[in-house]
Protein backbone atom coordinates (compact mmCIF):
# COMPACT_ATOMS: atom_id res chain seq x y z
CA UNK A 1 0.00 0.00 0.00
CA UNK A 2 3.05 2.25 0.18
CA UNK A 3 3.21 2.71 -3.93
CA UNK A 4 0.13 4.55 -4.10
CA UNK A 5 1.20 7.12 -1.06
CA UNK A 6 4.26 6.98 -2.79
CA UNK A 7 2.77 8.24 -6.26
CA UNK A 8 0.45 10.49 -4.79
CA UNK A 9 3.10 12.59 -3.26
CA UNK A 10 4.48 13.81 -6.44
CA UNK A 11 2.98 16.86 -8.01
CA UNK A 12 1.94 15.50 -10.95
CA UNK A 13 1.00 12.31 -10.04
CA UNK A 14 -3.12 12.88 -11.03
CA UNK A 15 -1.67 13.68 -14.69
CA UNK A 16 0.74 10.70 -14.44
CA UNK A 17 -2.30 8.14 -13.87
CA UNK A 18 -5.07 9.51 -16.38
CA UNK A 19 -2.18 9.26 -18.88
CA UNK A 20 -0.98 5.26 -17.57
CA UNK A 21 -4.68 4.99 -17.40
CA UNK A 22 -5.48 6.12 -21.21
CA UNK A 23 -2.50 3.88 -22.34
CA UNK A 24 -3.85 0.66 -20.96
CA UNK A 25 -7.13 1.38 -22.47
CA UNK A 26 -5.51 1.84 -25.66
CA UNK A 27 -3.60 -1.07 -25.37
CA UNK A 28 -6.88 -3.32 -23.62
CA UNK A 29 -9.02 -1.89 -27.01
CA UNK A 30 -6.37 -2.66 -29.49
CA UNK A 31 -5.87 -6.08 -28.14
CA UNK A 32 -10.06 -6.59 -28.07
CA UNK A 33 -9.88 -4.83 -31.65
CA UNK A 34 -6.86 -7.88 -32.68
CA UNK A 35 -9.15 -10.78 -31.56
CA UNK A 36 -12.46 -9.31 -32.81
CA UNK A 37 -11.26 -8.17 -36.19
CA UNK A 38 -7.27 -7.99 -37.27
CA UNK A 39 -6.56 -11.84 -36.60
CA UNK A 40 -9.26 -12.86 -38.96
CA UNK A 41 -9.24 -14.14 -42.91
CA UNK A 42 -12.20 -12.05 -43.71
CA UNK A 43 -10.74 -8.86 -42.40
CA UNK A 44 -6.98 -10.13 -44.08
CA UNK A 45 -8.84 -10.74 -47.57
CA UNK A 46 -10.72 -7.17 -47.28
CA UNK A 47 -7.62 -5.38 -46.71
CA UNK A 48 -5.84 -7.18 -49.11
CA UNK A 49 -8.95 -6.77 -51.77
CA UNK A 50 -8.45 -2.97 -50.98
CA UNK A 51 -4.84 -2.67 -51.12
CA UNK A 52 -4.67 -4.27 -54.78
CA UNK A 53 -7.57 -1.70 -55.91
CA UNK A 54 -5.45 1.08 -54.39
CA UNK A 55 -2.57 -0.33 -56.12
CA UNK A 56 -4.22 -0.49 -59.52
CA UNK A 57 -6.51 2.91 -59.19
CA UNK A 58 -3.40 4.78 -58.67
CA UNK A 59 -0.89 3.68 -61.46
CA UNK A 60 -4.33 3.83 -63.64
CA UNK A 61 -4.75 7.36 -62.72
CA UNK A 62 -0.96 8.39 -63.32
CA UNK A 63 -0.67 6.07 -66.56
CA UNK A 64 -1.23 8.99 -69.10
CA UNK A 65 -1.34 7.65 -72.61
CA UNK A 66 -3.48 9.69 -74.59
CA UNK A 67 -3.70 7.67 -77.78
CA UNK A 68 -7.57 7.93 -79.08
CA UNK A 69 -10.47 8.83 -77.64
CA UNK A 70 -12.50 5.11 -77.53
CA UNK A 71 -8.95 3.95 -75.57
CA UNK A 72 -9.62 7.20 -72.85
CA UNK A 73 -13.36 5.88 -72.76
CA UNK A 74 -12.59 2.77 -71.36
CA UNK A 75 -9.93 4.13 -69.49
CA UNK A 76 -12.53 6.20 -67.63
CA UNK A 77 -15.17 3.01 -67.25
CA UNK A 78 -11.90 0.87 -65.79
CA UNK A 79 -11.23 3.16 -63.43
CA UNK A 80 -14.88 3.82 -62.80
CA UNK A 81 -15.31 0.29 -62.26
CA UNK A 82 -12.28 0.03 -59.79
CA UNK A 83 -13.34 2.70 -57.84
CA UNK A 84 -16.65 1.41 -57.26
CA UNK A 85 -15.13 -1.49 -55.88
CA UNK A 86 -12.35 0.15 -53.95
CA UNK A 87 -15.39 2.05 -52.47
CA UNK A 88 -17.48 -1.18 -51.74
CA UNK A 89 -14.46 -3.26 -49.86
CA UNK A 90 -14.16 0.12 -47.73
CA UNK A 91 -17.68 0.01 -46.35
CA UNK A 92 -17.23 -3.69 -46.28
CA UNK A 93 -14.24 -3.07 -43.75
CA UNK A 94 -16.16 -0.43 -42.11
CA UNK A 95 -19.15 -2.93 -41.28
CA UNK A 96 -16.72 -5.64 -40.41
CA UNK A 97 -14.87 -3.01 -38.14
CA UNK A 98 -18.59 -1.66 -36.73
CA UNK A 99 -19.07 -5.07 -34.51
CA UNK A 100 -15.84 -4.45 -32.25
CA UNK A 101 -15.94 -1.06 -31.94
CA UNK A 102 -19.19 -1.83 -29.36
CA UNK A 103 -17.82 -3.48 -27.58
CA UNK A 104 -14.51 -1.13 -27.70
CA UNK A 105 -16.74 1.53 -27.17
CA UNK A 106 -18.53 0.07 -24.10
CA UNK A 107 -14.76 -0.54 -22.65
CA UNK A 108 -14.21 3.14 -22.76
CA UNK A 109 -17.59 3.92 -21.50
CA UNK A 110 -16.45 2.05 -18.58
CA UNK A 111 -13.24 3.38 -17.95
CA UNK A 112 -14.40 7.22 -18.67
CA UNK A 113 -17.11 6.48 -15.62
CA UNK A 114 -14.26 4.96 -13.42
CA UNK A 115 -12.32 8.15 -13.92
CA UNK A 116 -15.08 10.50 -13.64
CA UNK A 117 -15.83 9.34 -10.46
CA UNK A 118 -12.04 8.98 -9.58
CA UNK A 119 -11.57 12.61 -10.45
CA UNK A 120 -14.55 14.48 -10.13
CA UNK A 121 -14.12 18.30 -9.96
CA UNK A 122 -10.07 17.55 -9.47
CA UNK A 123 -7.74 20.24 -11.29
CA UNK A 124 -5.41 17.36 -12.65
CA UNK A 125 -3.34 19.78 -14.98
CA UNK A 126 -2.63 23.07 -15.73
CA UNK A 127 -2.67 24.03 -19.18
CA UNK A 128 0.11 26.57 -20.70
CA UNK A 129 -2.14 28.64 -22.79
CA UNK A 130 -5.53 30.25 -22.05
CA UNK A 131 -7.91 28.15 -24.13
CA UNK A 132 -10.68 29.85 -26.31
CA UNK A 133 -14.25 29.44 -26.32
CA UNK A 134 -15.49 25.62 -27.00
CA UNK A 135 -12.14 24.37 -26.19
CA UNK A 136 -12.37 25.90 -22.32
CA UNK A 137 -15.61 24.24 -22.00
CA UNK A 138 -13.57 21.17 -22.62
CA UNK A 139 -10.77 21.41 -20.46
CA UNK A 140 -12.80 23.60 -17.15
CA UNK A 141 -15.57 20.87 -17.16
CA UNK A 142 -16.47 20.26 -13.92
CA UNK A 143 -14.19 22.14 -12.13
CA UNK A 144 -14.83 24.83 -9.67
CA UNK A 145 -13.17 28.41 -9.89
CA UNK A 146 -11.90 30.86 -12.89
CA UNK A 147 -8.81 30.05 -13.64
CA UNK A 148 -9.00 28.59 -17.20
CA UNK A 149 -6.06 27.05 -17.05
CA UNK A 150 -7.09 24.52 -14.81
CA UNK A 151 -7.78 21.35 -17.27
CA UNK A 152 -10.13 18.46 -15.97
CA UNK A 153 -9.32 14.74 -16.26
CA UNK A 154 -12.38 14.41 -19.63
CA UNK A 155 -10.01 16.78 -21.65
CA UNK A 156 -6.77 15.17 -20.73
CA UNK A 157 -7.76 11.51 -21.11
CA UNK A 158 -9.34 12.71 -24.60
CA UNK A 159 -6.42 14.17 -25.67
CA UNK A 160 -4.42 11.43 -24.66
CA UNK A 161 -6.83 8.66 -25.99
CA UNK A 162 -7.00 10.51 -29.55
CA UNK A 163 -3.19 10.56 -29.43
CA UNK A 164 -2.17 7.10 -27.88
CA UNK A 165 -5.00 4.97 -29.30
CA UNK A 166 -4.18 6.30 -32.78
CA UNK A 167 -0.32 5.81 -32.77
CA UNK A 168 -0.24 2.65 -30.80
CA UNK A 169 -2.32 1.45 -34.14
CA UNK A 170 0.16 2.72 -36.53
CA UNK A 171 2.91 1.22 -34.27
CA UNK A 172 1.05 -2.46 -34.31
CA UNK A 173 0.44 -2.23 -37.88
CA UNK A 174 -3.62 -2.05 -37.93
CA UNK A 175 -4.49 1.47 -39.27
CA UNK A 176 -6.73 0.86 -42.07
CA UNK A 177 -5.09 0.41 -45.78
CA UNK A 178 -4.72 3.56 -47.64
CA UNK A 179 -7.51 3.05 -50.36
CA UNK A 180 -9.78 2.87 -47.25
CA UNK A 181 -8.85 6.52 -45.73
CA UNK A 182 -12.22 8.62 -46.09
CA UNK A 183 -13.93 5.87 -46.69
CA UNK A 184 -16.41 4.92 -43.83
CA UNK A 185 -20.02 3.91 -43.24
CA UNK A 186 -20.97 7.07 -45.22
CA UNK A 187 -18.70 7.87 -47.39
CA UNK A 188 -19.28 11.31 -49.48
CA UNK A 189 -21.71 10.77 -52.56
CA UNK A 190 -19.86 10.53 -55.80
CA UNK A 191 -20.05 13.62 -58.23
CA UNK A 192 -20.06 11.47 -61.11
CA UNK A 193 -23.21 9.72 -60.18
CA UNK A 194 -25.14 13.00 -59.41
Known amino acids: MA????????????SITVVAISVCTAIVCEAISW??????????????????????????????????????KSKTKKIDRVETSLKESSRDLSLFKFKSGAVVALVLIVVFGFLNSLFEGKVVAKLPFKPIGIV?????????????TDCSMVFLYFLCSISIRTNLQKF???SPPRGAAGA???PMPDPKTS
Open 172 to 174: LGF
Open 35 to 72: LLIYRTNSYKSLKSSIDKAAKKLETMKTDQNPNKLSTK
Open 184 to 186: GLF
Open 136 to 148: MKMSHRGLQGEDS
Open 3 to 14: TPQFISSFKYSD
